[in-house]
């Protein structure tokens, strides 16, 4: 009979191939969670890392600075309609954030740019994909 100590490595061995599992399987998540706009898995992809999931900013590679947060209208290097937005998405700003040219089609910025309005409320979410 095997005690209950010998028995604790191997749980907690099993516990850790699950949670991998898992993480594997959420590796997909866009797949998971069909309602999000295409312009939401995007900036989810390409954005969310330095503007956070809402846009607010307050990451910790950006905390405290004021430009990072896409919702208000404090903004540097554009203001925030859709051929400025589109205009740095595409191009960048030097030292502060890369372009997404290479990285991302002209329509699948203006998705962005629509899913950065709908976040800030200026229009309405698009209906989910079908």
């Known amino acids: 009979m095997i005690s209950r100590r010998a028995g604790l490595p191997v749980a907690f061995a099993a516990c850790l191939v699950a949670a991998g599992a ?27 890392d330095c503007h956070g999931l809402d846009a607010a ?18 903004w540097k290097h554009a203001a925030a309609n859709d051929g400025a937005l ?21 329509e699948q910025i ?5 899913y950065l309005q709908v976040l800030r409320g200026e229009r309405s979410p698009e209906p989910p994909p079908k």
Do not use: W
């Open 22 to 48: 898992g993480m594997v399987a959420l590796g997909g998540c866009h797949q998971l969670f069909p309602q999000r706009s295409p312009g939401e898995v995007l900036f989810r992809k390409h954005c969310a």
């Open 57 to 74: 900013g307050n990451t910790a590679r950006y905390m405290g600075n004021p430009y990072a947060d896409l919702r208000d209208n404090t």
């Open 110 to 114: 203006r998705q962005v740019v629509f």
């Open 86 to 106: 589109a205009s740095i998405v595409e191009t960048g700003v030097f030292g502060e954030m890369p372009a997404f040219a290479d990285q991302l089609s002209g």
